[in-house]
């Protein structure tokens, strides 16, 4: 156990555990955290998670490649476009499938709208945390406006399936283009909304300045990635770092904020929006003619045996998806690296010594997804 | 009236007990709706024209369900915390000068009872929570505590300097000294001390910190405590507390409405009645209701912070200034 900075003249401080969870309005799912308590002071947090383990990576390797896809977009709920996007990578690197340019453009299109819409659960639901229960009704208002755009593409509005081994299901229709540049219009001005009533509320600048200090040592000691360890000064983004699909031909910034604080952490991601914003934008300009989808795509996947691997930048971080063929029309193994887990590792040593409400603004700000963490 | 005294006291106490049963429920109302307002969207509509059956329907369930009393739970106190809860409401409203003649209890030493009355609410969510054998409760019952003692002082110096501009502490005759157009109430009176709306702020801050609403509801913190004190409470348990929570912020601002903007006067000075009570009453609900919906929660050592080392300061200042004025003066 880690010792309390707080603890009085060398005498052991009377402890109680709480049992935050699984059922907790704070922690957004079933995750369980044993906390250690003094007082109101948080010493030790102990996650406890695996309530909702779906064995996703046993379940693949006893499905084909094509029917394991779906699983892909149940495992982050809110990012399921960026899921999909590492495994059908995965999967074309190992089978040498090259996917016709305009699905790539539209997978980004599609990809960074989900971003958008998963960081607006995020901004509504941090805000929840902290008290304040507009934002959330503000930010599903937005958010509204992306899901019928990928209902409209895919069918789904939540679970998308909309990426296929070799390119897309289906071609977007000329609505889905116009709705796509009214929501970019209509997004610009809400951001400076957001700024004005959220971010410059003194309240909430109190509650968030200085706040759960996560160093960048601590990022890379667990492997975090996404906007947590780009608050904390490391500018890390695999769409730049490990670059995929047509990100290298789209001019984009990634917001880096040093303090490292759950400020920097909220800056990061609302600065993230915009540069989403940017990007759909250059892609709808540049948006090629032709196919969406691969001319000799085999019915059946074979893939050669092999090790092949496909990391993408999800909402959360970085999504890795390693598959090991046999030769089979059956992956060997699927290993899935997700972000929620290595962000969550932070929270034990991060969390000690802080007040039961920075810990809980602490954890609304590593943005967790349960089933990302439990897969 | 000519009712015998002790019957004129059941009426006014029945009376009020109705009052602040429907403000109560309609209160819940308007704050729904206010809610949906500012959240773009249409609140409770399916109840009754524009929801207003919503409140019955809440209500009829409350009753129905059981009132659990959890294992291990001490019986005696979580029982009597609801009671003690709604108590000071009541008793603080019969205090209240509605109108010129309109009022329960006309005491020489009204503003100092309520205070006295008020404090009970503190005793009894800590009871509440303490009873209630949980974790989350306990911890909002320690925040209750602190919260409470930190912002009654500053709250009773802001108190204090209206006794020493009125010279008396009795409500009824607080208010007819503000007789006369509105710059004749206690919050224009800058004569008599030039930071009177100040004053009022900071009174009107500290209410919302005594009534535990947001951006101070610490005790109930849904995001951090679940349901804070109340989280064992069930049925009509958890209404009792609900309704004590509409009592005491129709109790914190019907002393405001009389402290500083002069009770049941009217504006112009002419047309007086319980009327213009209830108007600027309602003002500062809805004013209470407003601030919840658009701000976050503060932090807890935020908040003691801004009491020790804002309020408390600021409103001892306008006491001594107020005090040296009335002595040049």
């Not at chain 1, 005498?11 to 003094?38: I, S, W, Y």
Request: charged share 20%; hydrophobic share 45%.
């Amino acid at each position: 156990m880690s010792t309390a900075p707080f603890s009085r003249n060398g005498t052991p401080p009377e402890t109680f555990v709480l049992n935050l969870g699984p059922q907790h309005p704070a922690t957004h799912g079933v995750l369980r955290v044993k906390l250690t308590m003094d007082g109101e002071y948080v010493m030790r947090a102990e996650p406890v998670c695996g309530y909702v383990h779906r064995m996703h990576e046993k379940m693949g390797e006893n499905r084909t490649w094509a029917q394991f896809l779906p699983n892909t977009s149940r495992i982050d709920y809110l990012s399921a476009m960026n899921y999909t996007h590492a495994f059908v990578g995965a999967v074309e690197r190992g089978a040498g499938i090259a996917v016709p340019p305009r699905a790539e453009y539209l997978r980004v299109i599609t990809s960074e709208l989900n971003r958008i819409s998963s960081h607006l659960v995020w901004f509504g639901a941090f805000l929840l945390d902290l008290g304040g229960f507009t934002p959330l009704l503000y930010a599903f208002d937005d958010r509204e406006q992306i899901l019928d755009l990928l209902e409209g593409v895919c069918g789904a509005r939540l679970t998308y399936c909309y990426y296929r081994f070799g390119g897309l299901c289906n071609d977007v229709d000329d609505n889905f283009i116009e709705g796509t540049r009214a929501f970019v219009r209509r997004m610009q001005p809400r951001f400076k909304l957001y700024h004005q009533l959220v971010t410059e509320n003194i309240i909430l600048r109190k509650r968030l300045e200085g706040v759960g200090p996560i160093t960048a040592e601590q990022c890379r000691k667990y492997g975090a990635s996404g906007p947590v360890c780009r608050g904390s000064g490391i500018p890390y983004d695999l769409r730049r770092a490990e670059p995929y699909s047509i990100y290298p031909e789209l001019d984009f910034d990634i917001p880096v904020f040093s303090e490292g604080d759950c400020l920097a952490r909220y800056l990061v991601r609302m600065e993230e929006m915009r540069q989403s914003l940017r990007l759909i934008e250059q892609a709808l300009n540049r948006l090629p003619d032709g196919p969406v989808v691969a001319e000799k795509v085999p019915r059946t996947i074979k893939m050669a045996p092999g090790d092949y691997c496909f990391a993408v930048e999800a909402a959360r971080g970085r999504f890795a998806v390693r598959v090991v063929s046999d030769g089979t029309d059956t992956p060997y193994r699927v290993k899935l690296r997700t972000p929620s887990f290595s962000n969550l590792s932070l929270f034990e040593e991060t969390s000690a010594g802080m007040m039961l409400p920075d810990a809980l603004a602490l954890m609304g700000s590593l943005d967790l997804v349960i089933p990302d963490i439990d897969r | 009236m000519s009712l015998p005294e002790p019957f004129r006291l059941l009426a006014f106490l029945v009376g009020l007990m109705g009052f602040v049963a429907l403000n109560a429920a309609y209160l819940v109302w308007v704050e729904r709706k206010t809610a949906g307002r500012i959240q773009r969207r249409p609140g409770p509509t399916e109840v009754g024209w524009a929801g207003l059956l919503q409140p019955v329907a809440d209500g009829l369930k409350l009753l129905s369900k059981q009132f659990i009393v959890p294992p291990g739970a001490d019986a005696l106190l979580f029982r009597l915390a609801p009671l003690l809860v709604i108590a000071p409401g009541l008793m603080g409203l019969a205090l209240m000068p509605f109108g010129e003649s309109l009022l329960a209890l006309d005491v020489n030493l009204g503003l100092l009872m309520v205070f006295a009355f008020g404090s009970i609410n503190v005793l009894a969510l800590m009871v509440g929570g303490w009873a209630s054998r949980n974790k989350y409760a306990i911890i909002s019952a320690a925040r209750v505590v602190s919260q409470d003692i930190a912002y009654e002082i500053p709250m009773l110096l802001a108190a204090l300097t209206l006794m020493m501009v009125a010279g008396t502490l009795n409500l009824s005759e607080i208010v007819a000294l503000q007789e006369g157009p509105f710059w004749r109430w206690n919050l224009f009176r800058l004569d008599l001390n030039p930071l009177m709306p100040l004053t009022f702020l900071i009174f009107y801050t500290c209410m919302l910190a005594e009534t535990n609403r947001a951006p101070f509801d610490m005790a109930e913190a849904e995001s951090e405590l679940v349901a804070g004190a109340f989280t064992e409470y069930a049925g009509m348990g958890f209404g009792v507390f609900f309704m004590a929570e509409y009592a005491n912020i129709v109790l914190g601002c019907s002393l405001m409405t009389v402290l500083f903007l002069g009770g049941w006067q009217s504006p112009f000075g002419a047309y007086s009645g319980v009327w213009w009570f209830l108007l600027k009453l309602y003002f500062l609900v809805f004013s209470v209701i407003w601030v919840r919906w658009t701000f976050p929660r503060t932090q807890f050592y935020n908040l003691l912070n801004l009491s020790w080392e804002i309020l408390i300061p600021f409103s001892l200042f306008t006491l001594i200034l107020t005090a040296a004025m009335m002595k040049v003066m």
